[in-house]
Nanobody, 119 residues
């Protein structure tokens, strides 16, 4: 089992920044990918960004490319999501997730952290 705990959400004005953190614990040696997803009220959960633990290859949804940056600290088993240029449409609950490989679904999820961007 892998436990994920997010932090760093909050209320920010449009154009502002937030940095989300996701601390992983447990059997993290089996995890290859860490991802961030978000779910706005009344909408489906959507992919935001992901990163590999090993090479640090990063992937982004088109809606956040150029504004969000994902990174990881292997020594601390922590993944970060730096969010700049926030827009009201970024308002959502942000979830951290982990999976063993590209052949697996994201099977471990955090509890989520609320991000609210006011206009």
């Amino acid at each position: 089992q892998v436990q994920l705990v997010e932090s760093g959400g909050g209320l920010v004005q449009a154009g502002g920044s937030l940095r989300l953190s996701c601390a992983a614990s447990g059997r993290t040696f089996g995890v290859s990918f860490m991802g961030w997803f978000r779910q706005a009220p009344g909408k489906d959960r959507e992919f935001v960004s992901s990163i590999t633990w090993s090479g640090g290859s990063a992937y982004y949804a088109d809606s956040v490319k150029g504004r969000f940056t994902i990174s990881r600290d292997n020594a601390k088993n922590t993944v970060f999501l730096q969010m700049n240029g926030l827009k009201p449409e970024d308002t959502a609950v942000y979830y951290c997730a982990a999976r063993r490989s590209v052949h697996h679904d994201y099977e471990y999820w955090g509890q989520g952290t609320q991000v609210t961007v006011s206009s």
